[in-house]
């Protein structure tokens, strides 16, 4: 697997740039001493980036789980009467500042891990929603008609019919759901939900440039890791028939 | 085989009740391709659907080898009937092997049996098991991918078939070929075909009997040649067209008027015919010549009778007269 995701046709030179980049701002640093002074503050690095990555996979895993349930459960025909005003609400929440939400959460339930969780986890969810609804409504209705007249039942043309031909727009909405996750999991730390960005917005405080650096390149690091491999993933679940990327 | 009857399916609309279907029925015999033939909205597809109970119907019943269809869970009906549409709606998903093996996979046949399947039906539409096996639906053209609907509809042997205007999305040379195809293929397997069509040259064509439709109701069920000879109305004398007798020429063979004869005369010249052709050759050929009556040669250019044109035109004067 790993030798094939490295020849992967469209993922190769944004990352090798980046990589450059990424060399660059290295040596950069080491030359200005910079280096020395993050590397002071290894232990708190490693302990604030696991807690970071809790933060990460608990509120994105139920956002990707509950998201992609109730995006199914919009697009059933027995919702259809509900189904726009509640993409409507969704929509609306969505126009919600993430910094908002945050706030809205520590209102209600305090300060914490759990509040930071609850609103990554809204803000990561509403996304993933849209284009699952979204996706599975746009799978063409003479599919679900030949599904259907071939001896499919329900449960059959959902898994086997209309899920593998609106996998491609969900992918993308979870993609685009988690680089709003990693993106806003630093904030967590102004409701005391801990993560990398007690080393940044201390450090921005303090004015100490290693201390903030200590906690953005880590941030930084994992939002392209994470890009990376949902990108992987919607390269190489998404059957090869309905796959844009690889059809080409 | 199939047997429609007093087959019924209404609609409430904000207008009040619209009747798509009104106390249609039909018999269609075993390995019989019956064509459901009408102008847009007039109940034809809807008939078709509720045979396979994708539309439930408000009253009436069909009979299914003998079996009324309401006494079987429809999604098991379905999967003992073929049914190919207009869109072939094959699974972009997956490859045409895996859409060929969707309903022997529902039915609980291992993948090898599925594999075998699917190559031996790709085989028969004359698309190499080897190079389209596992292509994706993408990868085909239309008339490929239609032959490959045909296939899949085909995958377990269903004794009836349900066609929703099948070659309808085709370019007219497709078409003709892929019907030519489809007409070979059921002389061998013999299918009790239910088929929709709005265009009357491929009715004739394809049918052995011709359902017409107008209006939510069954207008005429007849042969062919019948249908064309005999409109029941001036709705289905206007729907098959001025050029009926035109159109009977093809469902006619030189072997149904010629006059037979036995050798002599090889000498002769002039144009020849074979006993398969059908009249269309035969009458261009009088056109063309300016003569009355041609001389009918076997494959092996043996002289075995003469047509005529009196012949022709006493056979299209009788033929369907009760």
Redesign the interface.
């Known amino acids: 697997m790993s030798a094939a995701v490295l020849t992967a046709p469209r993922s190769k030179l944004p990352y090798l740039v980046l990589g450059g980049i990424a060399l660059a701002i290295g040596a950069g640093l080491w030359a200005s001493g910079l280096l020395a002074d993050i590397l002071r503050y290894r232990k708190d690095i490693v302990y604030l980036t696991r807690q970071h990555l809790v933060l990460v996979a608990v509120s994105g895993g139920a956002a990707i789980v509950s998201g992609v349930a109730i995006g199914i459960a919009l697009s059933r025909p027995w919702m259809e009467r509900w189904a726009e005003g509640a993409i409507q609400a969704v929509n609306m929440v969505t126009s919600i500042p993430t910094l908002g939400k945050l706030a809205l959460m520590m209102s209600l339930l305090g300060i914490g891990p759990l509040p930071a969780i609850v609103g990554l986890w809204i803000a990561t969810l509403l996304p993933i929603i849209r284009n699952t609804y979204e996706g599975l409504r746009a799978v063409p209705s003479h599919l679900v008609d030949a599904a259907r007249g071939m001896g499919m039942g329900p449960a059959e043309i959902l898994r086997r019919v209309e899920l593998p031909n609106a996998l491609f727009v969900m992918f993308a909405g979870i993609r685009t759901a988690m680089a709003v996750n990693v993106g806003t999991a630093p904030i967590a730390f102004l409701i005391g939900g801990g993560g990398l960005g007690e080393l940044i917005f201390t450090g921005i405080d303090l004015q100490e440039h290693g201390m903030m650096l200590a906690g953005a390149i880590p941030t930084a690091l994992l939002a392209v890791a994470v890009d990376f491999l949902f990108g992987q993933a919607q390269y190489w679940l998404v059957p090869r028939g309905v796959n844009p990327l690889r059809n080409s | 085989m199939i047997r429609l009857d007093q087959l019924t399916k209404t609609y409430a609309t904000p207008q009040g009740t619209m009747t798509a279907v009104d106390r249609v029925s039909f018999e269609v015999h075993e390995g019989e391709t019956c064509v459901l033939l009408g102008p847009s909205g007039c109940g034809k597809t809807t008939t078709l659907r509720m045979i396979?109970r994708?539309v439930a119907p408000t009253s009436g019943k069909v009979f299914i080898g003998g079996r009324d269809s309401d006494a079987v869970d429809p999604?098991?009906?379905?999967?003992?009937i073929g049914?190919v549409?207009q869109?072939?709606?094959?699974?972009?998903?997956?490859?045409i092997a895996e859409n060929i093996g969707?309903?022997p996979r529902?039915l609980g046949w291992p993948e090898a049996r599925r594999r075998e399947r699917a190559d031996a039906l790709l085989t028969l539409l004359a698309l190499p098991p080897a190079q389209f096996a596992h292509r994706?639906?993408?990868e085909l053209s239309g008339g490929q991918a239609q032959r490959v609907g045909v296939a899949?509809a085909l995958a377990v042997d269903p004794p009836v078939m349900?066609m929703d205007e099948p070659f309808a999305a085709l370019d007219p040379v497709n078409r003709e070929a892929i019907q030519d195809e489809f007409l070979r293929m059921q002389r061998k397997l013999r299918k009790t075909i239910l088929f929709v069509s709005h265009d009357i040259d491929e009715a004739v064509k394809m049918a052995d009997r011709i359902a017409i439709f107008n209006a939510g109701r069954l207008v005429q069920f007849a042969a062919p040649d019948e249908i064309l000879a005999h409109p029941a109305d001036a709705f289905v004398a206007s729907f098959v067209g001025s050029d009926r007798t035109l159109k009977r020429l093809r469902l006619i063979r030189v072997r149904d008027v010629m006059t037979p004869m036995a050798g002599g005369d090889d000498a002769a010249r002039g144009p020849t015919v074979s006993p398969d052709d059908d009249l269309r050759r035969v009458a261009a050929l009088f056109l063309e010549h300016g003569v009355d009556d041609l001389r009918c040669v076997d494959a092996a250019g043996i002289l075995v009778g003469r047509v005529t044109r009196a012949a022709v035109a006493a056979r299209l004067g009788t033929e369907g007269r009760q």
Do not use: H, K, W
Request: hydrophobic share 45%.
């Open positions: 396979n994708l999604v098991e009906l379905r999967r003992g049914y549409i869109q072939i709606g094959l699974f972009p998903n997956m490859t969707v309903v529902l994706y639906p993408n899949r349900l």
